[in-house]
């Protein structure tokens, strides 16, 4: 109870260097913006984070990426982001890539106390054997790379041992929240949002709309409060503030 916070910089504050943090969103559809620009204005450096990308069009994680205050990633997609291409390539960042559902069963795994588990995502490839970049030298060369995966066959089929995510912070955004911290995403917002939240030990959520306990329809709620220990807020101005990666409209005639 009493999860609502004064603000995003007061949720965020306690956030320390090296600090694990995972964050919701994928490309630019339900970032939680607000509070990383919050965590921007801190001076926090030093971060791992856990999230699909890595911000794009200087916006959300991009933020934090540009001013050198993430030192790891662990992510599925690189895309268009050339700073973090530049960065990783450079060595000045480390980078685990990881298959995409492999990614959110890790975060979901953590967030529900299980420590592992097996996949056939990856066997037969440098996911499994060993051997993927993990951080470059600077000058071309391998300073560190992935391990070997424990491997076992069930009725015949390889599968690979994937361990679980937890982190220290989880920073999401979803369309309602209430009071007690249960939330509603919005569509293709829904994406690594409530998983990220699971997985993190302290779960901030930026919300669009607050409301009060009861007014959300338990059956419409997306993540339960029990994942959610701090909720903030957003003004209309905020809420409104979607930037659009691509626009795939067609010209007027």
């Keep these: 109870m009493g999860k609502v916070q004064a603000g995003a910089a007061a949720a965020v504050a306690d956030i320390p260097d090296g600090a694990t943090v995972a964050v919701g969103g994928f490309g630019l559809s339900g970032v939680p913006t607000v509070l990383i620009d919050a965590l921007h204005?801190?001076?926090?450096?030093?971060?791992?984070?856990?999230?699909?990308?890595?911000?794009?069009?200087?916006s959300g994680l991009a933020v934090l990426l540009a001013a050198g205050r993430i030192a790891r990633?662990?992510?599925s997609y690189i895309g268009s982001n050339a700073e973090f291409a530049r960065q990783y390539l450079a060595g000045e960042l480390e980078v685990e890539l990881i298959p995409q559902g492999t990614l959110a069963e890790r975060l979901r795994a953590g967030g529900c106390?299980?420590?592992?588990?097996?996949t056939p995502a990856g066997v037969g490839t440098q996911v499994a054997e060993?051997?993927?970049?993990?951080?470059?030298?600077?000058?071309?060369?391998?300073?560190?790379?992935?391990?070997?995966?424990?491997?076992?066959?069930?009725?015949?089929?390889?599968?690979?041992?994937?361990?679980?995510?937890?982190?220290?912070?989880?920073?999401?955004?979803?369309?309602?929240?209430?009071?007690?911290?249960?939330?509603?995403?919005?569509k293709a917002a829904r994406n690594f949002n409530p998983l990220a939240a699971m997985a993190g030990k302290i779960a901030i959520a930026e919300v669009e709309r607050l409301v009060e306990p009861g007014e959300i329809d338990p059956d419409h709620v997306h993540l339960p409060g029990v994942f959610v220990q701090r909720v903030v807020e957003l003004t209309p101005r905020q809420a409104a503030d979607k930037k659009i990666e691509r626009r795939t409209t067609r010209r007027e005639p």
């Design 73 to 75: 990633v662990t992510g």
């Design 113 to 118: 106390g299980i420590p592992a588990f097996y």
């Design 41 to 58: 204005a801190t001076g926090v450096r030093g971060l791992h984070v856990v999230s699909n990308n890595c911000g794009a069009l200087e």
């Design 130 to 186: 060993g051997g993927l970049p993990w951080r470059y030298d600077g000058t071309g060369g391998v300073a560190l790379a992935s391990p070997a995966k424990e491997t076992r066959v069930f009725h015949g089929v390889e599968y690979l041992l994937e361990e679980s995510i937890t982190t220290d912070f989880a920073l999401v955004r979803a369309a309602v929240g209430d009071r007690d911290g249960n939330l509603v995403f919005g």
